[in-house]
DNA sequence: CGGCCGATTGACTGGTCAATCAACCAGAGG
DNA sequence: CCTCTGGTTGATTGACCAGTCAATCGGCCG
C-alpha cells in the first residue's frame, strides 16, 4: 500500500523524547515516559536506541552539526567579522525560535552540563568555539578587529554571552514573551563589537 | 587539653565534599563517597545535613552571598563602570584561582545546572545579574556608558561571558596554566567596554 | 563511680529505574 | 493457508543508593 513512511517510529521517539526531557530534565525523566509520551511501548525505545543516553546524544548532534555548519557558511561569505557574528548569533536564535524545546535541552543538558554530556561532547562543542574564534582571527588580520585580543578569548566570551542570553529566556530570568529575536542579535553584536561606552 | 577546635566534622564533610563533587559531579557522588573523603562514619553526613542536597545548598549558599557583597561593594565605590566591573569579574577569578574546586561545582552544579539546583537558586542567582544590570545602568545614567542596551541585558552578556571563560578553563577547552587572571580580568572589560573594533 | 547526652557508627531497607528478553503480531512471499 | 521476518510489546530482573535507625562511644558532671 502506498502506506508511505510507516509513521517513523524512531523519530516519533526522538521527538517525544525532546518533549519529555525539556519539561522534566533529562535525569528526572525515566525511559518509560518517553515511551509514554511517543504512545509506544517501553521496549521499542531500546529497539532505536541502545541506552537512554544515545537519545540524548541524537538530538545533540543532529542540532549542532547544523551549527557547525551555519558557522562554516558564515565564515565563507566575504563579509566582515560583524556580520559573519551576526550570522552565527542569529542562527542560534533562530534556533530557539523554532525549537524552543530542543534548543533548551541541548544547552541545560549537554552544552552546559560539561560534568555528564559536555564531556562527550567536548569536541564537537569545542570545534563551535573554533569556528568563531577563526572568524575573530580573520577579522584580525584585515584590521577590521582589534589585535590585541586573543581569538579563542573573544570567542568564548561572546558564544557565552549567547549563551547565557538564551538561558534567560528559557528560564524567564530575561522575559522573552516580548523579545525580538532579531533586535537581539543586532544589540548583542553592536555590543561586543562597539563596546558598552559610547563611541 | 589545649585540644582547641575538635576538628569540626560539619566543615570537614563540606571541604571533603567539595573535593568529591568537583572530581565526579554531583549526580555521580554517593553519599559514601562524601563519608569516605572525609573520613566519617556514613550516617554523620546526616547528622549535620538532612539530605546531600543541603550539602550543595550549603556549599553554593556560602559562596555566593560573597559574591553578592562584592558586586554590592564594588557598586558602592564612586568608580566607574568600567572599574566596577573589573571589581567584580576580579573577584570571580579569585574565586577561582583560590578555590578551583569549589568554583567548579557551584558553576556546574549550580550556576548552570537551571534544571535542577540552579532552579531553587534562581533567586540568588538572579540577584547578581541585577546587581550588575544597576552598575549598568548607573553608568547610562553619568554617561559613561550609551544608553541605548537594556541594563539586563549587557549584565547578562557580562556575566556569560565570565562564566563561559570559567568553564573554558575548568574544563581546559582554553589553557588555564598559563593564564594571568589578572589580564584576563583586564582584557575582557576592555572588551566588553571597548568592544572588539578598533577604536 | 555512675548516669546522661550528644556525637558517631554502619548495616539495612525501600523504592526506583535502566536494560533485558521471550513472547506476540502483521505483512510478504510462497 | 502456512511460514518467515522483523517491528513491537511490557513484565521482569538486577543493580544501585538515599536515607533510617538502633547500637556504641566518650566526655562531663554530680
Known amino acids: 500500500m502506498a502506506q508511505a513512511p510507516p509513521a517513523d517510529k524512531r523519530r516519533l521517539i526522538l521527538d517525544a523524547a525532546v518533549r519529555v526531557f525539556a519539561r522534566q530534565g533529562f535525569h528526572a525523566t525515566r525511559v518509560s515516559d518517553i515511551a509514554d509520551e511517543a504512545g509506544v511501548a517501553y521496549g521499542l525505545v531500546y529497539h532505536y536506541f541502545k541506552s ?50 530542543l534548543m533548551k535541552v541541548i544547552i541545560v543538558e549537554v552544552t552546559r552540563a560539561a560534568n555528564s554530556f559536555g564531556q562527550t561532547h567536548l569536541e564537537q562543542i569545542r570545534r563551535a568555539y573554533e569556528g568563531i574564534a577563526k572568524i575573530v582571527s580573520d577579522g584580525q588580520e584585515s584590521g577590521a578587529l582589534r589585535g590585541d585580543v586573543e581569538p579563542m578569548f573573544a570567542s568564548m566570551a561572546f558564544y557565552g554571552a549567547v549563551e547565557q542570553l538564551l538561558s534567560g529566556w528559557i528560564f524567564g530570568t530575561i522575559p522573552a514573551s516580548e523579545t525580538d529575536f532579531d533586535a537581539a542579535r543586532d544589540l548583542l553584536v553592536t555590543t561586543i563589537c562597539d563596546g558598552l561606552e559610547p563611541r
Open 52 to 101: 537512554k543516553d544515545e537519545v540524548l546524544n541524537e538530538l545533540f548532534l543532529e542540532r549542532w552539526s547544523l551549527l557547525l555548519v551555519a558557522i562554516e557558511e558564515a565564515d565563507r561569505t566575504g563579509a566582515g567579522p560583524r556580520e559573519k557574528l551576526g550570522a552565527v548569533a542569529g542562527f542560534i536564535f533562530d534556533s530557539y525560535r523554532h525549537d524552543p524545546d
